[in-house]
């Protein structure tokens, strides 16, 4: 029996069109001749007849010729193995995000967001079967679609080798942290709140909603904590150097040109700021104590440890908003 090797191209796509293997007559190879069948009979000399026992001999030494058999036409389909294509996709959502949420057109872009789409679990991810959308999955579509299509309006990540993207999706998110804040100052004022409460609890809240999805992805994605938790005090790093570095600066520049003096009153900031750096020294102690072996790191870890810290940082932000507001509103002594 002889073993036939045949290359398959590899194009990326999990289903192949059906193809064919075709077997035509064998070539005969000796003494570096290649004859086919036909030709070794039309080359074959005229023989005298033989009797029955050189017969019966001949016959047995054409049989070890090469020769077709009853099959010479062979069908060859790849099917997908679905078990095997959740694993490479799965395995691609690990290792690159940007394949994951890369997209070609705009027409792309609405489809993905006009679609119900089932949530992300691991758990099911492993069985092997496709999962369908949940009734939670229904309401949280209807509840967003409108900021999906809003978003569908970025450019593709193909376009500008992704900065056109980048660039766009900055503005957006920009815009969008400006509406939110604006929404919860209104609101404060309709309810009767302080400004210094309404920026320590809704604005606060408000504005930091894209940085804590962003940091929930990268905690999710990345191998270690650096960009989850370099996500933060990077977010603070530009809110307090660049935002109100360059509105203090443009605004100085403008006094001072007209001759006049540029003043902020602090207000109740002092007490505010300092209950911030005391809680932030707590929190980066509690992540370096984390790194002990019994735990493993940053984030993760043992659920024990994940609850408690857990409940530690909430707690941290409740207690600021509670301090802050009991200041402000003159029920404790600040300074």
């Known amino acids: 029996m002889k ?5 398959i191209l590899d194009r990326e796509e999990y289903n192949k069109q059906s193809s064919y293997v075709l077997l035509e007559s064998p070539l005969w190879r000796r003494s570096g001749k290649e004859q086919t069948e036909e030709q070794m009979k039309e080359e074959e000399p005229e023989e005298e007849a033989l009797n029955g026992k050189d017969e019966e001999e001949q016959r047995i030494a054409e049989m070890g010729r090469p020769m077709l058999g009853d099959h010479v036409k062979l069908e060859v389909v790849i099917e997908e193995s679905y078990e095997f294509k959740n694993t490479v996709d799965k395995l691609i959502k ?14 792309d872009q609405f489809i993905e967001a006009i679609t119900v789409s089932a949530g992300e679990d691991d758990d099911d991810d492993e069985c092997g ?12 579509h209807f509840l967003t679609v409108f900021w999906k299509v ?12 992704g900065w056109a ?29 302080k400004d210094s409460v309404t920026a320590v609890v809704f604005v606060a809240l408000g504005t930091s909603v894209p940085d804590t999805f962003a940091s929930k992805v990268a905690a999710t994605q990345d191998q270690y904590a650096d960009a989850s938790i370099g996500n933060v ?3 603070n790093a530009v809110n307090v150097f660049l935002g109100i570095g360059v509105a203090w600066s443009i605004a100085a520049i403008y006094h001072s040109s007209k001759g006049e003096e540029f003043r902020v009153d602090p207000g109740k900031l002092a007490f505010s700021v300092t209950l911030f750096t005391i809680f932030a020294f707590i929190a980066v102690g509690t992540l370096m104590y984390r790194r002990r ?19 530690l940082f909430v707690s941290l932000w409740l207690l600021y908003i509670l301090f ?6 003159c029920h404790i002594t600040g300074f």
């Open 3 to 7: 073993s036939i090797t045949i290359r």
């Open 94 to 107: 690990k290792t690159n995000l940007a394949l994951l949420v890369g997209t070609n057109s705009w027409r």
């Open 129 to 140: 079967e496709e999962k369908l959308p949940s009734c939670f999955d229904y309401v949280m």
């Open 150 to 161: 809003l978003f569908a309006f970025v450019p593709p990540t193909d376009y500008w080798n």
């Open 165 to 193: 993207c980048f660039v766009v999706s900055i503005c957006m998110i920009g815009l969008l942290t400006a509406v939110i804040g604006d929404l919860a100052s209104h609101f404060g004022c309709t309810v009767g709140l």
């Open 233 to 235: 005090t990077g977010s």
């Open 293 to 311: 072996p019994e735990i493993g790191g940053e984030l993760g870890g043992p659920r024990t440890a994940k609850v408690v810290t857990t409940m």
């Open 324 to 329: 802050s507001s009991l200041e402000a509103y």
